[in-house]
């Protein structure tokens, strides 16, 4: 079974421009998160996806971030305009439906690392 | 509302000898609590989780963490350190009812010397 993938691994951008990371659950798994860590921070939560609806986004920034899940398969989180301080890791996790054995456990990706220039 | 507190933020042991990394976890219900790795350049890794069942939760390579209710604590123990061990650590709540965010410890970077 392939696990959470991430796509960029790496991207470095200029200050203003638009970034977009993509992430690829395991397949079934109908819960996405997005987290971050910024540098020198703990990782913190941006938002979860139950398939395509948005279930809680309370750890989203600020509206330069955008998160995507439509028909409820892969993600997308874009990041328009870019700032300094966005910079970081972002990772993204999926668990199992509700309900099921061990299904409240989440499976990272590798991450992608972002840094703002 | 959960929180965790991971009381160091470095770890050096020698190789061969006994590691603890400590977690202490604050929660208004009935937590669920994980220990995940992230060893360099890699993803996070989920060593061992801790949802009500047995007090002393066994994860992989040989890590283990008791969940102490009255001490509120999560410490994370293996017996003897390996070279590969050498890694970052994030203690981790969540509430255990639903499908909820996570919420991290800092981070406990252990360093282990041959």
């Known amino acids: 079974e392939a696990g959470v993938t991430q796509f960029p691994s790496h991207s470095v951008i200029e200050k203003g421009q638009t970034v977009t990371l993509r992430c690829d659950p395991i397949?079934?798994?109908?819960?996405l998160y997005w987290y971050r860590r910024v540098m020198g921070k703990e990782i913190k939560f941006l938002l979860h996806f139950v398939k395509e609806s948005k279930q809680d986004e309370s750890g989203m920034p600020n509206n330069r971030f955008l998160a995507e899940r439509t028909g409820g398969t892969y993600s997308t989180l874009k990041v328009q305009p870019a700032e300094l301080e966005d910079s970081g890791v972002y990772f993204c996790?999926?668990?199992?439906?509700?309900?099921?054995?061990?299904?409240?456990?989440?499976?990272f990706g590798p991450g992608t690392r972002l840094l703002v220039l | 509302a959960q929180s965790v507190t991971q009381l160091d933020s470095h770890v050096s042991v020698s190789e061969g000898t006994p590691v603890l990394l400590r977690c202490n976890y604050s929660s208004s219900y009935s937590p669920s609590l994980f220990w995940y790795v992230q060893h360099p350049n890699k993803g996070l890794q989920l060593l061992l989780k801790y949802t009500s069942a047995a007090t002393l939760v066994k994860g992989i390579n040989g890590f283990e963490a008791e969940f102490k209710k009255s001490e509120t604590s999560f410490h994370l123990t293996k017996p003897s350190a390996h070279m590969s061990d050498a890694a970052e650590y994030f203690c981790v709540v969540t509430a255990s009812t639903g499908f909820q965010k996570l919420v991290f410890g800092t981070g406990t970077r252990l360093l282990v010397s041959p």
């Open positions: 996790a999926s668990s199992k439906v509700a309900g099921t054995s061990g299904g409240k456990t989440q499976y």
């Open positions: 397949s079934g798994h109908d819960n």
